[in-house]
């Protein structure tokens, strides 16, 4: 068996088999990345790595690779650099890949991105000359054979890659083999969709364990009953659950007043919450850890050491 | 194959027409007039709507097929004389029908300029007259004989070759508020059917621009 490469905190944590915590950081449109480096400084005691979006919904933000590189030289966190096939073709993102490596970024989520259609630039081109699969091979390409399309890199740039996947997926078996095509390409992890249906979950994650790529579950604790309600009515093919929903509801009417005490009783209901729903996946050995998409939240991390540490 | 067509607004043809008085109408007996922008229809609504702005139509002529040169050559020959007293022609065709004219002209009148009455909106599969649909980008290299006959390229917003992405939901599109299908997803379900799904697993290769992202042509003689 060929040993392994380790190229990151993240790659090392996978590779022992330990169960992590990942966390996710959204810079927005501005050059300012001061909220962002502090919400990353907040996150950093409990996360291995925390992803920086690439402008998601399509909606322009300062560019990830920038982003990447300031927050984890500015806040100290391992970052997983999200990179969408969107915005450049293949020649400008193996270039882009040499560039991060070069600003000392080490893990790369590959993503197709949403589509310009969807977002504040409708009319921009939509560029997606590579997808999410073949942008793994190229990194994969570059970093274990040292090439790009067989010409050879100087110093070839030293990253671990990654894949996304959606649990929620209908037809559920296109999303499957889809996941075997990253697989197949050289996915070294996966992140997946936010998920709140238990059943579907593990019904996904067991049929794609024949792959072998350690998985981290995207989950999405509820920072308000309005987060929740925005999140159920928004975000297409993910469904808070109604109980979830009341409960949170419930929350917010009740301690209306106390503010302070509001907080405490929605971290501990998020607690209550994910707490079985991953120490279950845990236990059928289905997942290789967590992946916090909640952004702005990062008061929540304490609690959810305590959920992956159960 | 029909080269669909639609209509540009009169007002646009209006702003490119303005140094112009005396105009030669060309409407596609083809495509065009199964579109209802060209033909004998086509032309006759253009040339009304023009002479009501003031235009002087000096002939109009309805070619089998605008995009066959040899034809565009014949029958200009038998417009000679008007071809001589017109500031420009106006054609009801698809986008190809401006360079076969243009072509045709080259030699005798090479300055007469060629404005076009329409927008060329792809090649399409006709299911009634006022309903046509694009299921080919023409790109090239074709995939069809792999994905049971559902071009990616085309049904795919993304034109991806490795899908579903994640902006399929149900089924459903991203692009478009999640009315129009997903391509992938009718790729799937169609070689589920035909027993491939072998072939769904597969991981594509990129397009190869190379081959395909610049002006073509097919010289075989």
């Known amino acids: 068996m060929v040993e392994k490469k380790i190229y990151s905190k993240l ?19 501005t050059c300012d990345l001061s909220h962002t480096i502090q919400e990353a400084k907040e996150m950093a005691p409990y996360v291995v790595a925390a992803n920086v979006t690439d402008s998601p919904l399509g909606i322009v933000t300062i560019n990830s690779m920038a982003a990447s590189h300031i927050i984890q030289k500015e806040a100290g966190l391992e970052v997983i650099w999200q990179l969408t096939v969107r915005d450049v073709n293949k020649l400008g993102i193996a270039g882009m890949i040499m ?67 959606n649990p929620n997926a209908d037809p559920m078996e296109a999303e499957i083999l889809k996941i075997g095509r990253k697989a197949q390409a050289g996915c070294e992890f996966i992140q997946t969709q936010v998920v709140y249906d238990l059943d579907r979950t593990i019904e996904f994650l067991s049929e794609i ?53 509001q907080k405490r009783v929605y971290d501990q209901a998020n607690y209550e919450f994910f707490k079985p729903f991953i120490s279950e996946l845990k236990r059928k050995g289905l997942l290789a850890g967590v992946h916090c998409m909640a952004v702005h939240y990062p008061r929540i991390f304490p609690k959810l050491m305590e959920v992956i540490q159960a | 194959m029909t080269v669909i067509t639609t209509k540009k607004p009169f007002e646009e043809i209006l702003s490119v027409l303005k140094d112009v008085k005396k105009i030669g109408l060309v409407s596609c007996g083809s495509c065009a007039a199964m579109c209802q922008t060209g033909g004998t229809e086509g032309a006759k609504e253009m040339a009304e709507k023009l002479e009501k702005e003031g235009f002087e ?17 014949k029958d200009f020959r038998q417009i000679d004389e008007d071809l001589k007293n017109i500031d420009a022609i106006l054609t009801l065709s698809c986008g190809l029908g401006v360079a076969s004219i243009v072509k045709a002209l080259e030699r005798k009148y090479p300055l007469i300029p060629v404005f076009i009455g329409t927008n060329t909106e792809f090649m ?38 490795n899908g579903p992405c994640g902006g399929m939901v149900n089924g459903k599109c991203e692009v478009g508020n999640y009315e129009k299908d997903c391509g992938w997803v009718l790729i799937y379900n169609r070689l589920k059917a035909l027993g491939r799904l072998d072939l769904f697993s597969k991981l594509r290769d990129p397009v190869n621009w190379s081959e395909s992202g610049h002006q073509r042509e097919v010289v075989w003689r």
């Open chain 1, 11 to 29: 790659g090392e944590k996978l590779a022992n088999g330990d169960f992590i915590l990942t966390g996710e950081l959204e810079p927005e449109k």
């Open chain 1, 99 to 165: 560039g991060g490596h070069a600003l000392g970024l080490r893990n790369v989520l590959s993503l197709t991105g949403d589509h310009p259609a969807l977002g504040d630039m409708p009319e921009s081109k939509p560029v997606f000359d590579l997808d999410s699969a073949t942008l793994v091979r190229l990194v994969k390409e570059m970093v274990d054979k040292g090439t790009i399309n067989g010409h050879e890199i100087e110093h070839p740039p030293t990253l671990h890659v990654g894949a996304a996947a």
């Open chain 1, 209 to 261: 364990k024949k792959y072998n790529v350690p998985v981290l579950l995207g989950i999405f604790p509820m920072k308000s009953y309005g987060i929740a309600k925005g999140f159920d009515t928004f975000v297409p093919g993910v469904d808070v659950p109604k109980d979830i929903l009341a409960k949170w509801k419930n929350i917010k009417t009740e301690f209306k007043d106390d503010k302070k005490e």
């Open chain 2, 57 to 73: 139509v000096i002939v109009t002529i309805v070619p089998e097929e605008v995009c066959d040169n040899r034809l565009m050559m």
């Open chain 2, 124 to 161: 399409g599969m006709t299911e009634r007259i006022g309903r046509f649909y694009m299921h080919c980008r023409g790109c090239g290299d074709c995939l069809l004989n792999e994905t049971g006959g559902i071009c990616p390229i085309t049904t795919c917003a993304k034109s991806l070759m």
